[in-house]
Structures are given as C-alpha cells and as structure tokens.
Nanobody, 123 residues
Framework: QVQLVESGGGLVQPGGSLRLSCAASGTIFSINTMGWYREAPGKERDLVASFSSLGSTKYGDPVKGRFTISRDNANNSVYLQMNSLKPEDTAVYYC?????????????????WGQGTQVTVSS
C-alpha cells in the first residue's frame, strides 16, 4: 500500500504564492509518474502538473507559466510551486502517483491518491 501525505494548502490572496508538498511512502516502482490534480466544486478533476521518472513534465493549460512542479527522487516527494494565484485556482488539490507500464486502454496498474488539500484564493 502506498501512502501520500500532502501539506502546504491554505488561504492566499490573489497574486500570492503557495508551495504544496507531497511525500510518498510504501512500495514505489522505479517507473512512475508523480503529479497534482485539482477539483473545484461542481467540476471534474483536472491535471495540474505531472513529472515522470524519466524527467518529462506536463502542465494543464490554465497553470502554464505560473506553476512549477519538481521532484526529490531520493525521498519520493513531489512539490508544486504556485505563483500569481487567481481565484479560479481555488480547488482541492490532490497528489497522485501512477506506477507500472500503462496498458492498452490507457490505465496504469497502480494509481494512488492523497486525501487532498484545500487551496483558496480570495481577497
């Protein structure tokens, strides 16, 4: 069983910054992708950013140029630096780890989620 522990969420004013942290424990495969997703009320869960074990990164369109994802492989941790925050960024942010070789249908054999951390951007 993989456990994901998140921290860093909170209330911030528009234009401010936050840094989210996620530490994974348990059995982490060498082939993996760690990332962040977010879910606003009434909205579907969308990709914020991801970082694969091969070094490739992806960002959702709304956060490009404002958010930066990073990894600490020695500690199986992933971070999200969020700058120039907007009210539209308000959501529950979830840490995610996908592991194993992706199947034909696009699913990974192992897919784990944190419990989520609330980020609220408001004046």
């Amino acid at each position: 069983q993989v456990q994901l522990v998140e921290s860093g969420g909170g209330l911030v004013q528009p234009g401010g910054s936050l840094r989210l942290s996620c530490a994974a424990s348990g059995t982490i495969f060498s082939i993996n992708t760690m990332g962040w997703y977010r879910e606003a009320p009434g909205k579907e869960r969308d990709l914020v950013a991801s970082f694969s074990s091969l070094g490739s990164t992806k960002y959702g369109d709304p956060v490009k140029g404002r958010f930066t994802i990073s990894r600490d492989n020695a500690n199986n941790s992933v971070y999200l630096q969020m700058n120039s925050l907007k009210p539209e960024d308000t959501a529950v942010y979830y840490c995610n780890v996908k592991m194993g070789v992706r199947r034909v249908g696009g699913k990974f054999p192992y897919d784990y989620w944190g419990q989520g951390t609330q980020v609220t951007v408001s004046s």
